[in-house]
């Protein structure tokens, strides 16, 4: 405090003093956000008091097969007096009996003097060691009196046939078991599955927002007034809110949207981006900025190259500035055309002429769904319509595709074509509605969690899906029904869900449009009969028991960690990290720190992709890393921030144990390699997860690295 004294317009002088005020008893500790089975902490515990008393330290674990605990019962309870510091030992062990999907522990520190207490809390989530594997299925539910739904593999339905490998962590073992009888159910259940995937983009942000958009809109056509449906509804548009908000962050400053928000802006990018506004602002009146709309497609207007297409960014590397000029020039006029021909006259012209010469049917899709638009069930469009049912696979897949916007693979790259030929034979369903219905059949079979393969290929299979859905309302009796789960052909769980236009809660089990079967017995049966040669292979099914309804989408997804990594030699990206000793040049194994001090780990990736035909070396799309850190370390922003603004990395972000690195593209054969900091913060030894790395529009192959250890020593 300064106080100054004047009189009469006088200074007569000044004088300063502090006043401090502190709680005469203060318990504080330092936890790491995540610890990892095995793991051994020596959690600090501070104590600022000036009196004597008693501090007690409690563990409140969720009950979950992972639990933290004491090593020294002789720490839970300790006499201090005045002011003190110490550290309590603990370990995270196996909760024995115990199987669940998730683990977390709450570290409760007390204080009590003669006349105060204070209390602090912490949440710590729990981990497994080892590397990641999925099993996944999917598919069309329908009764057995109602016929085969033809879908891959001959079938759109088809038993989940299963063996647990022999190095599996049982304990790790997670099953899920979703069916979704609305579309509302395959939005919601996609939004949650891209939600645990890295998000630091504006087409990740976009992946989480077009499924609630998509979801808003089908909700409000099928408003009937009853209480879950309007609280949906309310849902979908408080999460639409802070959505937008989010997404208008990555606007350039010049105009137009990048991926991390910087300049020059993407064109491709840009146009994907503006579709979405446009479809936001039909499902949220009055939500979206009109000014950042008319100044979006001012911008994209005036990046035509006055021959039909559009001028490109020449420093993209990244996915959605990279494909061929037919290929971007395409997908621009596709996305960006709302109807109105007067804009974009040449441009549909040049569309329409890549179409006719090119056999892609990524290309002929989007044209043949532009010229419905513009013209209706033109003779154009259907020719490009029928194009497209040429290329179409017995299994009801569309293959013939050289590229896609995104330079997706795998079954990135086939969802995205087949929901598009989908999404054009659905708009001249008299001619095509076998063509149709056997691609959606082989759509469904691709849902793994929710997903259906990178954000581009979900966001399109979606639309297909409640597309489709809306075209079929009419053709079959809208009733509820009960759906059987069973393993090995006994039922461990039936589910009921409603009629779509029923108000009646109590006849429904669905949750958000999804029916989530409990899978408790059906882990507990696995991991008993895990030791059993005779019961290795398992079969997981289920069955429509009531109900009149087909065609009822359904996903199976077995989690867990296994002692070996699943790598797939087809991914182009090749990653490896490595600690780095402040006195030696070699990496080190186990690293061994002081509490406080600062250690750095390397990361290197390499761009090993070939081209098929050639075998010459080619560019790569958005690549990106996600580096597991142990527990007791936290990251340098500073240096990462460095990282960033030098262009060694395009961006990061940090989450839930990792520490994800994107990059744009990379060129051919190029290597990129770094360090950043890591400051340890809390003493004992921790296991590290696993790192992968992997193209993000074909994130099905994947390479891995294990994860790293160190050792934090308490700094007395």
């Known amino acids: 405090v300064v106080a ?72 839970k309870s300790n006499e201090f007096q005045g002011s003190k510091r110490l550290y309590v030992p603990m370990i995270v062990r196996e909760n024995e009996g115990v199987q669940s999907t998730s683990s977390s522990s709450n570290i409760t520190v007390s204080a009590r003097s003669v006349h105060h207490q204070d209390a602090i809390r912490r949440e710590v989530r729990l981990l497994y060691p080892g590397f990641p594997v999925t099993l996944s299925h999917g598919g069309l539910l329908a009764r057995p009196d109602q016929g085969e739904l033809r879908g891959t593999r001959g079938k759109a339905y088809e038993p989940f ?146 021959n039909g297409g559009f001028k490109r960014n020449p420093k993209s590397l990244d996915s959605f500035g990279s494909a061929s000029p037919e290929t971007t020039n395409t997908y621009i006029t596709w996305a ?76 990135s790259k086939t969802l995205e074509a087949t929901a598009l030929a989908a999404l054009a034979w659905m708009r001249d369903d008299d001619l095509f509605a076998d063509h149709t219905r056997r691609a959606m059949e082989w759509i469904v079979t691709r849902c793994e969690g929710g997903k259906f393969g990178s954000t581009q290929s979900t966001v399109l299979a979606l639309r297909a899906i409640v597309e489709y859905d809306q075209l079929r309302s009419d053709d079959e009796d809208d009733v509820g029904g009960r759906i059987r789960l069973k393993l090995d052909g006994r039922t461990v769980d039936t589910l009921r869900f409603a009629a779509k236009n029923s108000k009646d809660d109590d006849d429904d089990d669905t949750k958000d449009g999804v029916l989530r079967f409990d899978t408790t017995k059906v882990v507990r049966d696995l991991v008993d009969r895990s030791g059993d040669p005779s019961s290795s292979s398992h079969l997981l099914e289920l069955e429509l ?36 000793s402040s006195t030696e040049e070699e990496s080190i194994v186990v690293a061994n720190v002081i509490e406080g001090d600062v250690m750095e780990m390397n990361v290197r990736i390499e761009n090993v992709a070939k081209d098929e035909e050639t075998g010459k070396a080619k560019s790569v799309p958005m690549v990106i890393a996600r580096v597991g850190i ?87």
């Open 4 to 75: 100054d004294v004047f009189s009469q317009g006088f200074f007569g002088g000044t004088e300063s003093f502090t006043i401090v005020s502190e709680m005469p008893l203060k318990v504080d500790i330092t936890t790491p956000t995540h610890l990892t089975r095995g793991d051994r902490m020596l959690l600090p515990v501070t104590v600022n008091s000036k009196e004597n008393g008693k501090l007690d330290v409690k563990l409140l674990s969720s009950k979950s097969s992972l639990q933290l605990g004491f090593e020294d019962d002789r720490f």
């Open 336 to 411: 960006l055309f709302s109807g109105d021909e007067k804009n974009l006259a040449r441009e549909l012209e040049t569309l329409e002429d890549a179409a006719t010469k090119s056999e892609d049917a990524y290309i002929v899709a989007l044209a043949s769904l532009a010229l419905y638009k513009l013209r209706g069930s033109d003779t154009r469009a259907r020719t490009f319509a029928r194009k497209l049912a040429q290329h179409q696979e017995k299994d009801g897949s569309v293959l013939r595709v050289a590229e896609t916007i995104t330079r997706s693979g795998g079954d």
């Open 161 to 306: 046939t299963f063996t647990l490998p022999s190095d599996i962590d049982l304990k790790s073992l997670q099953v899920d078991v979703t069916a979704y009888p609305t579309p509302v159910g395959s939005l919601t259940e996609a939004i949650s599955s891209l939600i645990r995937e890295p998000c630091g983009c504006f087409e990740q942000t976009s992946a989480t927002t077009y499924p609630l958009i998509m979801a808003l809109m089908y909700l409000k056509s099928h408003r009937d007034g009853s209480e879950r449906v309007e609280k949906m509804i309310a849902s979908a548009e408080e999460k639409l809110r802070k959505g937008d908000k989010k997404l208008i962050s990555y606007e350039s400053a010049g105009g137009g949207f990048e991926w991390f928000g910087d300049s020059p802006a993407h064109e491709s990018l840009t146009a994907y981006g503006l579709a979405q506004f446009r479809d936001l602002e039909v499902a949220l009146p009055g939500l979206v900025d009109t000014a950042m709309m008319a100044r979006t497609e001012k911008w994209l207007l005036e990046r035509r190259d006055g």
């Open 630 to 716: 142990p527990a007791g370390l936290e990251p340098r922003v500073a240096k990462l921030r460095e990282l960033k603004e030098s262009g060694v990395v395009s961006f990061y972000e940090l989450r839930h144990g990792e520490l994800t690195f994107y990059w744009r593209g990379m060129a051919p054969s190029s290597a990129i390699s770094f360090d950043f900091d890591l400051v340890a913060n809390v003493p004992g030894r921790y296991q590290g997860g696993s790192s992968s790395a992997y193209l993000y529009y074909t994130s099905e192959f994947k390479r891995w690295s294990a994860g790293l250890e160190v050792e934090i020593v308490e700094n007395n």
């Open 545 to 580: 028991v009531e109900g009149k309804r087909s065609g009822i989408p359904f996903s199976m997804i077995l989690r867990f960690n296994a002692v070996t990594p699943r790598t797939d030699e087809r991914c182009d990206i090749k990653l490896s990290t490595s600690w780095i």
